[in-house]
């Protein structure tokens, strides 16, 4: 099991910018691919960037995409989450989650098997 704890959530006003981090514990960081997701108010959870375990590619929701970075330093068993031009529908409580493969990080969160306890961010108008 992968102990996951998010930091670097707060309050931003629209346009701003923010870095989240997940500091990861326990099995092997670098065997794992990582994603993040984000469930704002009264939503599903939503899957928001995803990265290989080698950081060498990376995935983004549509809505994010131009905006947010997903970077990873396997040295510092840290996944990270870049977030620029923020807008309030990016209000959400954001988690990190640890992919069981290297390279496959799908959108459906039930594949995921360890997960953070959340940051929130909340971007005012």
């Known amino acids: 099991q992968v102990q996951l704890v998010e930091s670097g959530g707060g309050l931003v006003q629209a346009g701003g910018s923010l870095r989240l981090s997940c500091a990861a514990s326990g099995r092997t960081f670098s065997n794992h691919a990582m994603a993040w997701f984000r469930r704002g108010p009264g939503e599903e959870r939503e899957f928001v960037a995803a990265i290989t375990s080698s950081g060498s590619s990376t995935s983004y929701a549509d809505s994010v995409k131009g905006r947010f970075t997903i970077s990873r330093d396997n040295a510092k068993n840290t996944l990270y989450l870049q977030m620029n031009s923020l807008k309030t529908e990016d209000t959400a409580v954001y988690y990190c989650?640890?992919?069981?493969?290297?390279?496959?990080?799908?959108?459906?969160?039930?594949?995921?098997?360890?997960w953070g306890q959340g940051a929130q961010v909340t971007v005012s108008s």
């Open positions: 989650a640890t992919s069981p493969s290297r390279n496959y990080s799908p959108a459906s969160p039930t594949y995921y098997h360890d």
